[in-house]
């Protein structure tokens, strides 16, 4: 059974200058334990379906189902069985880092000794070690990440949606989030619903691709399997690949650093 | 649940603004300023209102207080959203009422120990006033917060950087202030201005405060002021709430 299932999702915005039709209508599946990429051009309606997934904004049409739960109807639930890091990370830069783990402990409503304990065992698990009674400014942009990760994984969920990971980190710390992904997965049989704007990242680590633009999926399937369809070979760039599904070239990436 | 929730998002803001001095104590400058500078040059005038002229001006200050205190609120929620601490916190399993109560509390909290430390002050200054009129006051003062503090947090919301927000809060505080006779009694002002006045929901807890002063507790100042602190309670956590919630922002 699909942890993420979607059958029309819209969303329309309301604007001065009439509706604005952000996401048209997504269809799409996502098998639990799945690495999914999920790719497009700059206004293709990536982070509108991502925060409409999430129970950030309601949908406007269509349904969907995530980690059992009916997104519209059941919106709790989905947020207690999934995790979620957004770009801009969630982590306030002027309390401790034990501070903000506990805090999201309790708010997944662990009790206090076990908001603790959870706290130092997502530490462990995420390398930050030693770090705990440091303020989140006082991390680097790696371990920033790593903490915002640790944050989504509060409560052990099925689901985890990364938005962005890896903007603003530099080589090594991207290569070494890539590989706490994927633990993730091998590990603990987490499903990651992972937006990027790196080519070579949606390479190295999603199973499977889906590629939105103006707001519908227009191509899906293994990066191989994209690359020999849209490319001509599987051996081909995913670059190549995308200009050919797209007609456009991946958003621009933002490399501003992880504010710290 | 929703007790609990509300419990842990005010612990984590009640730590973090225990942890600085300076948030604490700074939004009491302004009304500690009008205590020193502008109160002792209303000693002896006729201000059209029972009692002292410390017995007029304290409860004006203290609901300046959370006038102004509350109302800015809104740009805490404004940089928390710059760290992603909103949406964060958005999609646990928290309700989204508690993430503003909790919030919200806070503040209420934080300007009832700021007004507590005014009132000492004026009574340095020449305040005499009975016990339960002071007591009255401070609640007066926890109501206002808490009402002005789920606006602005909503308004935060919708804002998306402090130099939109700014503007709006100043453009309904200034008439607020102006209209509700913080400073000076209404009484005193023309029939045209005193008319207007009765529109501005604050003017009615300043005349309700101002007689808890003077321990006029059983006057239809009392009743309409606490009324209207109900009334305006009931419909800002009302509208807070449901901007907060359904903000995509």
């Known amino acids: 059974m699909a942890i993420i299932s979607t059958a029309g999702l819209a969303r329309t915005f309301r604007t001065k200058r009439g509706p604005v039709e952000a996401v048209r209508g997504i269809d799409l599946t996502v098998a639990p334990g799945e690495i999914l990429g999920f790719l497009g051009p700059n206004g293709a309606g990536k982070t509108t379906t991502l925060r409409m997934l999430t129970t950030l904004l309601p949908p406007t049409g269509g349904a969907a189902t995530v980690a059992g739960c009916d997104l519209v109807r059941d919106p709790a639930g989905v947020r207690e069985k999934c995790g979620y890091v957004a770009q801009s990370g969630g982590v306030d830069p002027n309390i401790s880092v034990r501070e903000e783990l506990v805090t999201q402990g309790r708010l997944y409503r662990l009790t206090k000794a076990q908001a603790a304990a959870r706290a130092e065992e997502l530490a462990s698990e995420l390398g930050l070690d030693g770090l705990l009674d440091r303020k989140c400014a006082a991390l680097s942009g790696g371990q920033r990440r790593r903490l915002d990760i640790a944050m989504a994984l509060t409560h052990r969920p099925a689901l985890l949606f990364l938005d962005e990971p890896t903007t603003g980190l530099d080589p090594a710390g991207r290569a070494d989030l890539w590989d706490l992904v994927r633990s993730l997965r091998d590990r603990h049989g987490t499903t990651v619903f992972l937006t990027t704007h790196y080519l070579d990242e949606a390479d190295a680590l999603a199973d499977r691709l889906v590629v939105v633009d103006h707001g519908t999926v227009v191509a899906q399937g293994t990066p191989a399997a994209l690359k020999e369809r849209y490319a001509g070979s599987a051996t081909a760039s995913l670059q190549e690949t995308f200009l050919a599904i797209t007609g456009r070239g991946p958003a621009p990436v933002d490399t501003t650093p992880v504010a710290v | 649940m929703l007790l609990h929730d509300t419990a842990i998002v005010f612990g984590r803001y009640a730590r973090q603004t225990l942890s600085s001095k300076f948030q604490i104590l700074f939004g009491l400058l302004m009304p500690l300023l009008y205590l020193f500078f502008f109160g002792p040059l209303l000693t002896g005038l006729p201000l ?53 109560l909790g919030r919200v509390l806070r503040d209420a909290l934080l300007f009832a120990f700021q007004s507590v430390l005014l009132v000492l002050a004026a009574l340095v200054m020449g305040l005499r006033a009975p016990l339960a009129g002071i007591v009255v006051g401070f609640l007066f003062v926890g109501v206002l917060s808490m009402s002005l503090a789920s606006l602005s947090y909503a308004l935060g919301m919708k804002a998306n950087t402090p130099a939109e927000f700014g503007p709006v809060i100043n453009a309904l505080t200034m008439p607020a202030m102006l209209l509700s006779g913080l400073m000076l009694p209404m009484a005193l002002a023309p029939g045209w201005l005193d008319v207007l006045s009765h529109f501005v929901p604050l003017r009615y807890l300043v005349d309700a405060v101002r007689a808890a002063y003077v321990g006029d507790f059983a006057s239809t100042q009392m009743l309409y002021g606490t009324l209207a602190a109900l009334a305006l309670s009931a419909v800002s956590v009302t509208i807070g709430t449901r901007l907060f919630a359904r903000s995509g922002a």
Do not use: H, N
Not at chain 2, 62 to 91: H, N, P, W
């Open chain 2, 48 to 100: 059209g209102s029972e009692g002292s002229s410390w017995q007029v001006l304290v409860p004006g200050l203290l609901l300046q207080l959370g006038l102004f205190g509350a109302s800015f609120c809104g740009f805490g929620i404004i940089v928390e959203k710059t760290y992603g601490v909103v949406d964060r916190m958005r999609v646990t399993p928290v309700s989204r009422l508690a993430l503003l």
